[in-house]
């Protein structure tokens, strides 16, 4: 069974063993937020996992890891932004994920941003923004599976194609939470 967890010291070794993998992959790791600062040391990694109210350029949000609660084994990651500004409005979205990469292809991705915008539920977010890239079609068939409709296509400055999906959580239209 897969649950959402807040980073709490006793998870340290399961944080260090995902964090471990996906750097050894040479993979750029995802959401941005769980590799801002050395996740080895939880006295400075633990606080930069949160943005919190006030910050004059960044959303507030929040960063969940993926717990195989059968293995007790963080499987990914997701970081929440509560609210949209300008540049999440077109590049970012409301939800940043990431599976480690030895359980891709394994339905996770599906799964934990299922349970993700059950979180965006509980925090009053009702019309939820996705962005992939368009190069990345399992991202893509992650948020379709969980009610993305595509809005449209940007480019963002590095030329690169991404996707925006919006899904309604209480199945009405709503305008976009931005600051």
Known sequence: ????VKLEERYMPQLVDMM???TASGEEIVPYAIQKTDYHQFSTYFPSLEVGEGHPELAPDS????LDTGRNRFVGAVNIRHRL???LLLHGGHIGDGVRPSERGKGIATQMIALALEKC???GIR???MVCDK???ASARTIV????????EVTDAEGRVEQRYWINLDGQAAAPKHM
């Open 1 to 4: 069974m897969l649950v959402l």
């Open 20 to 22: 471990d993998e996906w």
């Open 63 to 66: 960063t969940w890891f993926c």
């Open 85 to 87: 500004n300008e540049r």
């Open 121 to 123: 539920g509980a925090l």
């Open 127 to 129: 019309r939820v923004l």
């Open 135 to 137: 190069d990345n079609p």
């Open 145 to 152: 599976k969980n009610d993305g409709v595509l809005e449209n």
